[in-house]
């Protein structure tokens, strides 16, 4: 079956450290996004990615760094410079980033502070 | 401009009733309206989404109303199950324009009563 798998699904962060969630899609999808949920406050944008080896920031993209190597894998790293790094963490997958294509989305992981 | 304002925060409903979801947006340039569904611990999954050169469109139990003039649109769940009880969030985007990325609401917690 074809989707976004992301990984760990919890995750914890001790004080200073970077931690890196992983996100692999076998949709054959050129773009690609992460996005942090907090409690009441939806869905927002931290990095996305329209093409390999291209990437842009969103709306929140201070404390995090991403890459973009490979078509399927979109790796996200909460640096120790997020000061509020606990949310979960949802990665999105679509066709084309210019296209009324619906986004997939994975399961998410969870942050939580040691 | 560029939010898209979603109500209620959240919603009970009794088990046969109808749940109703609004989402008022700003940005004349949006064309693309999806729901998203999401249950918890899981990522958001596409329920329906409309175009703005229609005003209704329906898929079982579910119906997007779309009104262009008042830039609002909604979501009906007819005959509401406990199975629908979910966190749902509306969102827009303009595909053709410069940014293809989704603006999502704050996302409203609809609990169905048996």
């Known amino acids: 079956d074809g989707g976004i798998t992301q990984s760990p699904k919890y995750l914890f962060r001790k004080e200073g450290q970077n931690v890196t969630l992983s996100c692999e899609q076998n949709?054959?999808?050129?773009?690609m996004y992460w996005y942090r949920q907090d409690p009441g406050q939806g869905l927002r944008l931290i990095y996305y990615?329209?093409?390999?080896?291209?990437?842009q920031k969103g709306d929140i993209a201070e404390g995090y760094s991403v890459s973009r190597e490979k078509k399927e894998s979109f790796p996200l790293t909460v640096t120790s410079a997020q000061k509020n790094p606990t949310a979960f963490y949802l990665c999105?997958?679509?066709?084309?980033?210019?296209?009324?294509?619906?986004?997939?989305f994975g399961d998410g992981t969870r942050l939580s502070i040691l | 401009q560029q939010q898209v304002k979603q109500s209620p925060q959240s919603l009970i409903v009794q088990k046969g009733g109808i749940s109703i979801i609004n989402c008022a947006y700003e940005?004349?340039?949006?064309?693309?309206f999806p729901w998203y569904q999401q249950f918890p611990g899981k990522g958001p999954a596409l329920l329906i989404a409309?175009?703005?050169?229609?005003s209704e469109k329906k898929e079982g139990r579910f119906t997007i109303s779309f009104n262009k003039s008042a830039k609002q649109f909604s979501l009906h769940i007819m005959d509401s199950q406990p199975g629908d009880s979910a966190t749902y969030f509306c969102?827009?985007?303009?595909?053709?324009?410069?940014?293809?990325?989704?603006?999502f609401g704050k996302g409203t917690k609809l609990s169905v009563k048996p």
């Open positions: 999105a997958s679509k066709g084309q980033l210019y296209s009324n294509q619906p986004q997939h």
């Open positions: 969102a827009a985007s303009n595909y053709g324009g410069s940014q293809g990325n989704l603006i």
């Open positions: 949709l054959n999808h050129d773009a």
């Open positions: 990615s329209q093409i390999v080896n291209d990437f």
């Open positions: 940005n004349t340039a949006f064309d693309y």
């Open positions: 409309i175009r703005p050169d229609v």
